[in-house]
Structures are given as C-alpha cells and as structure tokens.
C-alpha cells in the first residue's frame, strides 16, 4: 500500500507549484459526487483555497439526486465552494439541433453531456481565472473509460497515477465520506449506468491487472479489446508532418 500521508503532502505540492507558477487565481473542478471527483477536489483545497466544484446534473435522475447529495456532502466537509447548473436543458437543445442532421447513436448521445461538463469547467476557468483540474485515474484510462475532450479534457490531473483501488485508499485515509466510499462507480451517464456492469469487468480485477500483470484468460481477452479499441484517445492529437 501507498504511503498516503506522503502522497497527500506531494501532490498538494505539486498542485500548489503549479498554480502559482501559471499564474492562475484558482482552480474549478467537476464535482460529481463520485470517488475520483472527490479526491480531487480535497487535494486542490488543500493546495488553494480557491477551489470550486461545479455540480452538473444533466438529464440522469441519478444526478439529481445521490449525485448532488455526495457531492455536497464532500464539500462541505471538506470546506470546497460548491456551486450547480443544471445542463439538461443544453443537451436536450444539443439532441434536437443535431438530430435534422445525423442519425444520432446512443453513444453519441451519452457523450454529449461529459462535453458540455467541461465546456463548462473552461467557461468559469476563462471568466475568472482558473486552472481545470481533471478527475480521471489510471484504471479508466487503461480501458478507455472516458468521453475524449469530455472528461478526459484538463490543464492538470492530481490523481492520474493512481488506480480505482488506490483511490479508495486514498479516501479511506483522508476520512472522506462513506457515501463515495461504498457506492459502485459511475459516469452517471443514463439510469442504472455502472462503469463495472457497462465494461464487463470489475476494477478489482482491472487493477490486478495493473498492478500485477496477472489475469485470468477470460479478463485478458477484456482487458485487451478495451485497451486496443480506446488506444486513440491516449495519443496526441494526429496532425501532418511534412
């Protein structure tokens, strides 16, 4: 196991340094009420007092409700300004003004709103001066779990290193609530959505993976698809080169 005094001490460092050096007057974050969102948002408290969490709900009714209560809660224990849109209307309108165009997929849809949240995030972060901070970790950019230039968008990460499991250290160390702590993991994305159920997997076995190298033949098989299939979002962008 980490050494999670020593963690929590380095990167409020590391988040501290590079506010200060980008001359930023703050950071704004996603605060969606879930595990990795809330390790952030406790880690750049930390660093700058002038963090924000922006809560999003957006057509889930999830989001109206377990969402937002956890989100709060971790908020308020934790001192961090909290602040909410409701961004349903916005995606509606986005659904209606696409749909004369293009035979929207699911897929499509559901990555609507992680887009709209960071459009967001960067609205408030160009209005008042802040830095973004990203909320992904390591086990879901290993499979892909995140909508490109959604949540997988920001100017800086505290938490990328880390896997599902790690994170949950992490909170049970810094006596983060029980309601992030024990609730299954999901973007929250429609009703009933959970990251394990959607993948196939569980991050308990993912992160075996990671941080062992060890699978089962059946889990390898998931693991790969995964990896292979989302392999364009962890490269850079792809331009010409004369």
């Known amino acids: 196991m980490r050494d999670y005094e020593k963690e929590f001490e380095s990167r409020v460092a590391f988040v501290k340094e590079l506010v200060e050096s980008s001359g930023a007057k703050g950071i704004v974050y996603?605060?969606?009420?879930?595990?990795?969102?809330a390790l952030v948002g406790i880690i750049c408290k930390a660093a700058c007092d002038n963090t924000v969490g922006i809560l999003m709900p957006c057509v889930s009714q999830r989001n109206f409700s377990i969402d937002l209560t956890d989100g709060k809660e971790v908020a308020e224990k934790f001192n961090i300004e909290t602040r909410m849109v409701d961004l349903t209307p916005l995606r509606e309108q986005a659904v209606k003004s696409l749909e004369p165009i293009t035979d929207l997929t699911p897929a499509a849809i559901a990555n609507i709103a992680p887009r709209l949240r960071m459009t967001t995030l960067y609205a408030v972060a160009g209005a008042e001066g802040r830095l973004v901070a990203?909320?992904?970790?390591?086990?879901?950019?290993?499979m892909g779990y995140f909508t490109k230039w959604g949540d997988g968008a920001y100017d800086f990460n505290p938490i990328a290193d880390l896997t599902v499991t790690e994170i949950f250290e992490f909170l049970a160390y810094l006596d983060a609530p029980m309601s992030v702590r024990t609730k299954a993991p999901s973007a929250g994305l429609f009703e009933g959505q959970t990251d394990e159920s959607e993948m196939g997997i569980s991050y308990a076995k993912i992160d075996q993976y990671l941080l062992t190298g060890t699978a089962t033949e059946e889990d390898k098989k998931i693991l790969d698809r995964f990896h292979q299939a989302s392999e364009h979002k962890r490269v850079?962008?792809?331009v010409y080169h004369p």
Do not use: R
């Not at 996603?30 to 969102?37: A, H, L, R, T």
């Not at 990203?134 to 290993?142: F, I, K, L, P």
């Open 30 to 37: 996603g605060n969606s009420g879930g595990k990795d969102s």
């Open 134 to 142: 990203g909320t992904g970790n390591a086990s879901e950019a290993y």
């Open 236 to 238: 850079p962008q792809v």
